[in-house]
């Protein structure tokens, strides 16, 4: 057999071989969640994220809007994520906004309640042959006036952080990475970063939005682009099915 009709046979066989497929889900609150149209320009971190892989990696984005570990678990948002995983999958983990809502009984956890519920996801991610990645909550636009970033997430942060070096869990410390880059930035230049509007700029917030927590589509790409550069940090086989990989 010659060695271009052996070439064009190996070739042949590769491609009709099945191809891995990876499916990425996340879950997580309004800050990675996919937005509704009426709810434009405010835009989820996870609806870039999701056009950064090759066609070997679909994203499914189960994050939604005011959710916490504890509402996601008993709304039963988590379980046909457990039924559909498969070998080589990830799960991108990011709560805390709505945990740290103590004064709200149906989302607020404490800080043992959110850790339990963040080890349910570890573990049961895991029994699926699956890859949980964890990631700290971003940071909201808080800065004094003198121009000083300030935090909001107390020690939820911190428990994430804690979790991933017990349970040896890849970690996208978003947190820090966002309260860097806006400070290295500056409180105004970040503040285009969220979903700030002023009156009759846009027919879905006639009265204008001042929110210093969603993103603008601007800002949301900031934070794709902070989780893509925790991809590569973690040197996780993941990062090198990103379209941009370099």
């Known amino acids: 057999m010659s060695t271009k009709l052996l070439s064009i046979l190996l070739i042949t066989l590769y491609l009709s071989m099945p191809q891995k497929h990876t499916t990425v889900y996340m879950i997580g609150d309004s800050t990675m969640a996919n937005k509704q149209p009426n709810k434009f320009p405010e835009t989820g971190w996870g609806m870039p994220f999701s056009k950064m892989f090759n066609p070997s990696v679909t994203v499914d984005n189960r994050s939604i809007n005011g959710r916490s570990t504890k509402s996601f678990i008993n709304e039963k948002r988590w379980q046909p994520i457990v039924d559909a ?8 983990i990011e709560f805390g906004h709505n945990d740290e809502k103590i004064d709200k009984p149906t989302v607020g956890t404490s800080i043992e309640e959110f850790k339990s519920n963040l ?128």
């Open 85 to 92: 995983l498969k070998e080589g999958d990830y799960v991108f």
């Open 119 to 246: 080890i349910k996801f570890i573990t049961e991610t895991r029994a699926a042959s699956a890859t949980p990645i964890l990631l700290t909550p971003v940071n909201r636009w808080k800065f004094d006036s003198l121009g000083f970033f300030q935090d909001t997430h107390g020690a939820y942060p911190d428990a994430v952080r804690d979790l991933a070096k017990a349970y040896n869990v890849p970690l996208i410390d978003m947190h820090v990475k966002t309260k860097i880059l806006m400070q290295k930035i500056g409180a105004e230049a970040s503040h285009k970063w969220f979903n700030q509007l002023e009156k009759a700029a846009h027919p879905n917030y006639p009265d204008g939005i001042k929110d210093n927590t969603h993103f603008s589509p601007a800002g949301a790409q900031q934070m794709a682009q902070l989780a893509a550069e925790g991809l590569k940090e973690l040197h996780i086989d993941l990062y090198t099915q990103l379209l941009n990989n370099k």
